[in-house]
């Protein structure tokens, strides 16, 4: 399917072809008074397994704030009324949601004090929403790395337990229910302490590779695969059919047991 090629142009989005890819769904708001803008970004970011909701003023954006907890909000700069600097400011001033602005000029000016506000990036228009997409991954990838180390620092103490295992995270071991080491590799065990860290919530391969390898990647790396495998045959009863780190088909995994921090 194409984006209509004359109106995109026209609303500052460049002519792009959609390519449907597998996401985790996250809850994305697009606050743009150009109705086009709105209407083709809620379309490609939906094939692309975002959930998305649009606002074309911040009466409409406070309204959906209010009835969803979103990931990410696309905010325009120049919006008719009250303007994209003063939103993204009283977003920021109430949370730590990720912003990334759209601005229809290159004004460096305004774009140094919307970042200087709390915007986490910007895109000047016409821009194309593979770059856009791109942008938002990496934001929102940062954002879960930040949750991650607030996670760590927040946490009451060092030992987790789940489902009958324990995790001491200052010694790096793990300990079955009847109190026996299992052998772990620093991969698995970072790998694991991903999982924990974000439990009952699905986690695709890229955020688990940022996660345990600090974003460096390599062509065809498979190795939170074969982590995931190795790691289910040590914890798992039955690592054919898992129950502690379950595959979400298309979005990545879940640790689904409760973790209790001491």
């Known amino acids: 399917m194409m984006v209509n090629l004359e109106s995109s142009c026209e609303a500052g989005i460049a002519p792009v072809v959609l390519l449907t890819t597998m996401a985790e769904q996250k809850r994305v708001l697009v606050v743009d008074d150009d109705p086009t803008i709105r209407d083709s970004l809620e379309l490609y970011l939906s094939k692309q397994g975002y959930m998305v909701r649009t606002a074309a003023d911040s009466a409409a954006m406070n309204q959906l704030m209010g ?10 700069l120049m919006l008719g009324g009250e303007d994209g600097l003063t939103l993204a400011r009283g977003i920021r001033e109430s949370s730590d949601l990720p912003i990334i602005m759209l601005t229809a000029k290159n004004d460096k000016i305004d774009i140094i004090i919307g970042l200087e506000m709390g915007a986490d990036d910007y895109l000047s228009k016409p821009f194309n929403p593979r770059e856009l997409l791109a942008r938002m991954k990496s934001v929102l990838r940062r954002a879960d790395t930040e949750k991650t180390r607030k996670i760590d620092n927040d946490r009451p103490g060092d030992m987790a337990r789940f489902d009958g295992w324990e995790l001491d995270s200052a010694m790096r071991e793990v300990r079955s229910a009847a109190n026996q080491r299992i052998e772990l590799t620093s991969g698995e065990f970072d790998l694991l302490s991903a999982f924990i860290a974000h439990p009952r919530r699905t986690l695709s391969r890229e955020q688990l590779l940022d996660y345990t ?3 460096k990647r390599f062509p065809f790396d498979r190795s939170v695969s074969l982590q995931i495998m190795r790691l289910r045959r040590k914890i798992e009863i039955d690592p054919k059919n898992p129950l502690i780190i379950k595959t979400v088909h298309g979005a990545g995994y879940i640790f689904t047991p409760r973790v209790d921090w001491s």
């Open 67 to 76: 009835e969803y907890s979103f990931n990410l909000v696309i905010l325009d």
């Open 213 to 215: 390898h600090g974003g």
